[in-house]
C-alpha cells in the first residue's frame, strides 16, 4: 500500500537475502550497482558479491548470448 503512492517504481523486503535476490534478478548486461551503507547492513555488500558470482557463473556455463 505505502509503495503504490510513490512516483517511481519501489520494492519493500524483509531481510538482506531477499534485497540481493530482487537485486540480481533485474540485472542486465551492462548494468551497474551502487550499494551504499553506513555499517554492516546485515551483511548485504557480502551477499550481494556472492549472488553476482553465482550470477557470473551461470552466465558463464550458459555459454555466448
Known amino acids: ?23 540480481t534478478a533485474d540485472l542486465r548486461p551492462g548494468d551497474r550497482v551502487v550499494l551504499m551503507s553506513n555499517g554492516a547492513f546485515g551483511d548485504l555488500h557480502a551477499r550481494l558479491r556472492t549472488a553476482l558470482a553465482d550470477l557470473a557463473g551461470q552466465a558463464d556455463a550458459a555459454g555466448p548470448a
Open 1 to 23: 500500500e505505502v509503495l503504490a503512492g510513490l512516483p517511481m517504481p519501489a520494492q519493500m523486503h524483509t531481510d538482506t537475502a531477499q534485497i540481493a535476490a530482487a537485486i
